[in-house]
């Protein structure tokens, strides 16, 4: 996640224009399905990896945790963060997510949205969350799916009248670097298969709790044809564990 497009700010203003950006928690697709795995929040300590503008820093701090760090590599996210929160039990910290080094039993949960596919190993996160989670805490977090990432360029197939023919999935099991498409620019991230996400978290010593793979909120797809095509594939993977 050390490639940073967040703070080159034409790319950084691109993304404020996004539905998420714009309405938060409600305009992200997933949020109708991620907020149901979350547990409850009360008197808890939370960690959120990759924490952008801070939506589910301040859903925790609104929902009774105790205290909150949010992680992210991006000044610009972290800037938006801090301006949008009022909170004093949230804390911003500029830091890579592969440089979290946090003592034992730090925290009672770990968080992050659509960020470990910046991320090239896995493995290690999973290692280090597990450290600093307590006995029993829990680790949710959604990323772009398997089959969103396994094509490099993330794009439809289409035919010549410009019209969307399929999602097409190659290199399935060829993990690591994708060159892909976002916002204008091009981005790396790194494709791995739903095995290694699975065995990567128990191979870290957590149990799978549960595993979703969302559809859009139905009230998104009303007369909106771009949403109603994210029922031709799954663009999310949502996991829920606990360390055991």
Known sequence: MKENKYDDIN??????QMARSVKGLEGAGEWHELKKMFPDFRGKHVLDLGCGFGWHCRYAQEHGAESVIGIDLSENMLN???????????Q??????????????????????????????????????NKCLREGGEFIFSVEHPVFTANGPQDWTYDEEGNRMHWPVDHYFYEGARKAQFLGAEMVK????????????????FEIMKVVEPQPEPSLLKDNKEMQDELRRPMMLIIHAKKK
Do not use: W
């Not at 790319?11 to 404020?16: G, Q, T």
């Not at 946090?102 to 991320?119: G, N, Q, R």
């Not at 790194?190 to 191979?203: P, Q």
């Open 11 to 16: 790319f950084f203003n691109a993304y404020k």
């Open 80 to 90: 938006q963060a801090k301006a949008m929160t009022k909170s004093t039990i949230i």
């Open 92 to 129: 911003y910290i500029k830091q890579p997510i592969e440089e979290i080094d946090y003592a034992e039993k730090t925290f009672d949960v770990v968080i992050s949205s659509l960020a470990f596919h910046y991320i090239e190993t896995f493995s290690k996160v999973c290692e280090k969350v």
């Open 190 to 205: 790194y494709h791995r298969t739903v095995t290694t996400y699975i065995n990567d978290l128990i191979g870290a010593g």
